[in-house]
Every structure is written in structure tokens, then in C-alpha cells.
């Protein structure tokens, strides 16, 4: 059964980069299959795509934080990540790893981990 | 950019049929997958592909999307479904979230 658990600080100050790794049990990262990706929900309010990777294709970012953001594939570890460099208390949110089997835009993401909660404070 | 718009609240009483709309432009010519979150749990996937229900999802739950609007319908709607919907699409290998609906059931 595919899971996926989310790690990561819970607390990042202004300025510095949030980094958060997702590691996915249960199936090869490398599985053409699937595709990976990262959701925020800041607090009482609606979902936020950040992101997707697919292990052999480049990523694709949220326009809105492209030029902060990159995911990353670690095929050993069976992980992916998440860094968004230069934050600030705007990006204090949950943070979700998800994964579509197929394209999201048809397929949706049907596996979320659990949510990791990021703060940002000095 | 792209954006889809849905009603931010919604009561229904227990039984009835519920009708969520996603709207944007020419909606109906991409596909459309729907969102249940409960407080404090992550999101659950209901409907992709416009119309289809993963493994698990009652039949109460169906999709369709024509036109510039897709819609989520819950027949019989019980308590349960009290809850947090999201309708996602995609535009040029953007994936985009509407706001959500917030789903009072009383």
C-alpha cells in the first residue's frame, strides 16, 4: 500500500529556506507510473499547488513560486523534496506531499500524507 | 492565469441532494477531479477525470463537467459529508485549486 510521510522543521525563520522531504513507502519512486507533488493550506484557508516532479521529467512550479521553489527526486532513499528559499510569514501553512497515478491534471492525487505543519517566525 | 471559482459555503439538509459548482473559463474542455477534507485530516480524492470515483467512494458521489462549469452532486446527502470541497483542474501543466465550498449539512 502506497503511503507517504511528510518530515521536516516546524519552524523557519524570515529569509531562510523551508526544507521538507517526503518519503514514499510501499513503491518505486522511479515507477514511471506516478506522478509527485507538494500542497500548502495555510491556516483556515483553501489548497495551494506548490508543485509536481515525475522522476524522469522535469518539474513543474506554481507560477505565483517558481522563483523560489524546487523539487528534487532521491531515487537511493526513495524520497522527494521541497525547498523554498526567501520566506516569509506568508508561507506559514501545512504542508502536504500527494502522488497521482498518471497525470494530476486527469488523475488527481489520490495518496496525501499527512501534512506537516511550517511555521515561519522569528 | 487560470482560475476556477466556487461558492465558498453551502447547507443542505440530511437527504437531500447536493450540487457544488467549479467554474472557469471553458472548464469543459479540461478535466476536473474533487477534494473532501474534514478538519484536521488531508485532503481525500473523490471524482477524476471529470466523472470517475476511486475505489472506496460511495456512488452518492458523481462528477460531470460541460461548459464552463463542473459540478460535484452527493445524492441523499448525509452528515457525515459535512466537509471541506475542493474541485482541481489544470492549465498548461499548471495545477490549479479552487477556493472550496464549505459543505454544512443540518
Known amino acids: 500500500q502506497l503511503q507517504l510521510q511528510e518530515s521536516g522543521p516546524g519552524l523557519v525563520k524570515p529569509s531562510e529556506t523551508l526544507s521538507l522531504t517526503c518519503t514514499v513507502s510501499?513503491?518505486?519512486?522511479?515507477?514511471?507510473?506516478?506522478?509527485w507533488g507538494w500542497i500548502r493550506q495555510p491556516p483556515g484557508k483553501g489548497l495551494e499547488w506548490i508543485g509536481n516532479?515525475?522522476?524522469?521529467?522535469?518539474?513543474n512550479y506554481n507560477p505565483s513560486l517558481k522563483s523560489r521553489v524546487t523539487m528534487s527526486v532521491d531515487t537511493s532513499k526513495n524520497q522527494f523534496s521541497l525547498e523554498l528559499n526567501s520566506v516569509t510569514a506568508a508561507d506559514t501553512a501545512i504542508y502536504y506531499c500527494?502522488?497521482?497515478?498518471?497525470?494530476?491534471?486527469?488523475?488527481?492525487?489520490?495518496?496525501w500524507g499527512q501534512g506537516t505543519t511550517v511555521t515561519v517566525s522569528s | 492565469s487560470y482560475e476556477v471559482t466556487q461558492p465558498p459555503s453551502l447547507s443542505v439538509s440530511p437527504g437531500q441532494t447536493t450540487t457544488i459548482t467549479c467554474s472557469g473559463d471553458?472548464?469543459?474542455?479540461?478535466?476536473t477531479s474533487w477534494y473532501q477534507q474534514k478538519p484536521g485530516r488531508s485532503p481525500v480524492l473523490i471524482i477524476f477525470?471529470?466523472?470517475k470515483r476511486p475505489s472506496g467512494i460511495p456512488e452518492r458521489f458523481s462528477g460531470s463537467n460541460s461548459g464552463n462549469t463542473a459540478t460535484l452532486t452527493i445524492s441523499a446527502t448525509q452528515a457525515f459529508d459535512e466537509a471541506d470541497y475542493f474541485c482541481?483542474?489544470?492549465?498548461?501543466?499548471?495545477?490549479?485549486f479552487g477556493g472550496g465550498t464549505k459543505l454544512t449539512v443540518l
Open positions: 500527494a502522488t497521482a497515478e498518471g497525470t494530476p491534471a486527469r488523475y488527481g492525487m489520490d495518496v
Open positions: 477525470d471529470d466523472n
Open positions: 482541481q483542474t489544470s492549465d498548461r501543466s499548471t495545477v490549479i
Open positions: 516532479i515525475h522522476y524522469s521529467e522535469s518539474a
Open positions: 471553458e472548464l469543459g474542455t479540461k478535466y
Open positions: 510501499g513503491v518505486s519512486i522511479r515507477s514511471p507510473r506516478y506522478y
